[in-house]
Nanobody, 124 residues
């Protein structure tokens, strides 16, 4: 079993930066692909970024490409999402997720473990 705990959310002005982290328990976390998703009220959970088990392959939603960076530190069982040039439309609850497979996916139902989410609010 893997438990995920996000941290680092908060309030930031448009154009600013924020880094959210996701710490995992469980010895097999390093073998899993990881992802970040976000959700706003009344909308479906939206893919943001994903990284494969080794960290060598990443994939981003078009809406965040060039502004967000996903990375992982398997020694610390932690995955990060660095968010730069933030926009008000990036406001959401951000969730980290892990899937029991090495390859990345942008589909939320292919992920097996989820964190509780952390709020990111970008003011204009």
């Amino acid at each position: 079993q893997v438990q995920l705990v996000e941290s680092g959310g908060g309030l930031v002005q448009a154009g600013g930066s924020l880094r959210v982290s996701c710490a995992a328990s469980g010895r097999t976390f390093s073998t899993y692909a990881k992802g970040w998703f976000r959700q706003t009220p009344g909308k479906e959970r939206e893919f943001v970024a994903a990284i494969n088990w080794s960290g060598g392959t990443t994939y981003y939603a078009d809406s965040v490409k060039g502004r967000f960076t996903i990375s992982s530190d398997n020694a610390k069982s932690t995955v990060y999402l660095q968010m730069n040039s933030l926009k008000p439309e990036d406001t959401a609850v951000y969730y980290c997720a892990a899937r029991q497979a090495p390859g990345i996916s942008a589909v939320f139902r292919f992920y097996d473990y989820w964190g509780q989410g952390t709020q990111v609010t970008v003011s204009s």
